[in-house]
């Protein structure tokens, strides 16, 4: 598998028809102690709720790789620890994707997996209405990988950049004004962010079908 490692895919020993706890996955899978489950279950009883893994990720009981194997253990996703350099994605699988998506929804294309589909990480596995809307936005289907919310932020960030910056230097080149250049590049960037409201409504209309 080319755009990571290690992949791990849905091979892993499934729990059965019964959907286990995330606490229980991290435990007999992810390496998390019992008593760090315990202490997390008493922060969130005491905060009167919110989501287990996130309290002990906050509370450093767990880190974002145990959570995000957990997750796709849980939802039986496949799970990548290790994303691909910025330098690796290709300006074809962001370029229908704004930015501020990609950031909010915490999505990012990250490759073509070996059935040549776009694996796409997500920090999310359940969040299908998502998902569906990245195949829709790339118009083709996508596979989910799940992989931790924090590198996926690090990786659009630097990839959007990155991308933001090449493009910019080539306009400079080709119309030999650099201001020029900037501008047109700042269009588009607004562009891909006015570009929500349209995903927003696309969203809004799968969860009706």
């Known amino acids: 598998m080319a755009v990571g490692s290690p992949y791990v895919p849905t091979g892993l020993p499934s729990f059965g028809a019964q959907q ?12 998390v102690p019992q008593d760090a489950i315990d202490r ?10 919110g989501l287990l893994g996130e309290i002990l990720v906050r509370l450093k009981l767990a880190d974002e790789d145990q959570l995000a194997m957990a997750l796709a ?3 039986e996703s496949d ?17 229908k994707l704004p930015i501020n998506f990609a950031r909010q929804r915490l999505v990012m294309p990250v490759g ?7 694996m796409v990480a997500v920090a999310d596995p359940t969040a299908a209405d998502v998902i569906d809307a990245v195949g829709v936005l790339l ?8 992989a931790s919310a924090t590198k996926i932020t690090d990786l659009i960030n630097k990839t959007y950049t990155r991308l933001r910056g090449g493009a910019e230097l080539e306009e400079g080149v080709k119309k030999g004004d650099e201001e020029q ?9 607004n562009d891909l962010l006015d570009a929500n409201d349209d995903i927003d409504n696309l969203l809004r209309q799968s969860r009706v079908g």
């Open 79 to 95: 799970y990548l620890r290790d994303l691909p350099r910025a330098e690796d994605i290709g300006v074809e699988l962001i370029e």
């Open 112 to 118: 073509r997996g070996q059935s040549g589909r776009v």
């Open 181 to 189: 250049g900037e501008e047109v590049q700042n269009e588009e960037l």
């Open 40 to 49: 997390a279950l008493n922060r969130q009883l005491e905060e009167g709720g």
């Open 20 to 31: 286990p706890l995330i606490g229980e996955i991290l435990v007999s899978r992810c390496g």
């Open 139 to 146: 118009g083709e289907p996508v596979d989910p990988v799940v």
């Open 73 to 75: 253990l849980q939802s």
